[in-house]
Antibody, heavy 117, light 112 residues
Framework: DVYLVESGGGLIQPGRSLRLSCTASGFTFGDYAMSWVRQAPGKGLEWVSLIRSKGYGGTTQYAASVKGRFTISRDDSKSIAYLQMDSLKTEDTAVYYC????????WGQGTLVTVSS | DIVMTQTPLSLSVTPGQPASISCKSSQSLLQSDGKTYLYWYLQKPGQSPQLLIYDVSSRLSGVPDRFSGSGSGTDFTLKISRVEAEDVGVYHCLQGRSLPWTFGQGTKMEIK
């Protein structure tokens, strides 16, 4: 089976850091770019970050709302994508999904991040 | 950034009746490679989004043929020919023309 599983979410205080993981299975992870998308409670979907495959330089992109605070990375040997989230704000509270580019045809179940004091 | 505007934001449909959702982009989604990067997703209650349509009108394998996508440039439409109870949820459009990728606000569809 082909699937993605996110982990690492939880309750965190403003200003602290959290690292999310996205573990892939059933496909050649290294061949694909991966993105993180989030959904605040009761809101729509917001693209957060992208990491291209090593074949395309492994370059990264970020939404303006997280640039300078979040860092995306990948470990193709483990089929894992990461999202390091620093200086968290209350407005970062959301379910975070990882998804496979370019079609966003595969999504994980999401992991909830709650930023609150 | 490309702004994606969906209408309506909610609709209630009787089973067996058609439904239509519009998605308009603030810029053309036609890329220099000739493709138009517009996608449709359905997020069923309590679930992750699932891809229905890519490149405006290509249905993902396994998606029922009652779902169809159309449009060009900046105006796009998702149509469901005969709504079924399992089609309930929030429909999202997404542009993949230029970063940052942007979604519409979502259209919540309920069954009467």
């Amino acid at each position: 089976d082909v699937y993605l599983v996110e982990s690492g979410g939880g309750l965190i205080q403003p200003g602290r850091s959290l690292r999310l993981s996205c573990t892939a299975s059933g496909f050649t992870f290294g061949d694909y770019a991966m993105s993180w998308v989030r959904q605040a409670p009761g809101k729509g979907l917001e693209w957060v970050s992208l990491i291209r495959s090593k074949g395309y330089g492994g370059t990264t992109q970020y939404a303006a709302s997280v640039k300078g605070r979040f860092t995306i990375s990948r470990d193709d040997s483990k089929s894992i994508a990461y999202l390091q989230m620093d200086s968290l704000k209350t407005e970062d509270t959301a379910v975070y999904y990882c998804t496979r580019e370019p079609l966003f045809d595969l999504w994980g179940q999401g992991t909830l991040v709650t930023v609150s004091s | 950034d490309i702004v994606m505007t969906q209408t309506p934001l909610s609709l209630s449909v009787t089973p067996g009746q058609p439904a239509s959702i519009s998605c308009k982009s603030s810029q053309s989604l036609l890329q220099s490679d000739g493709k138009t990067y517009l996608y449709w997703y359905l997020q069923k209650p309590g679930q992750s989004p699932q891809l229905l349509i890519y490149d405006v009108s290509s249905r993902l394998s396994g998606v029922p043929d009652r779902f169809s996508g159309s449009g060009s440039g900046t105006d796009f439409t998702l149509k469901i020919s005969r709504v079924e109870a399992e089609d309930v949820g929030v429909y999202h459009c997404l542009q993949g023309r230029s970063l940052p990728w942007t979604f519409g606000q979502g259209t919540k569809m309920e069954i009467k």
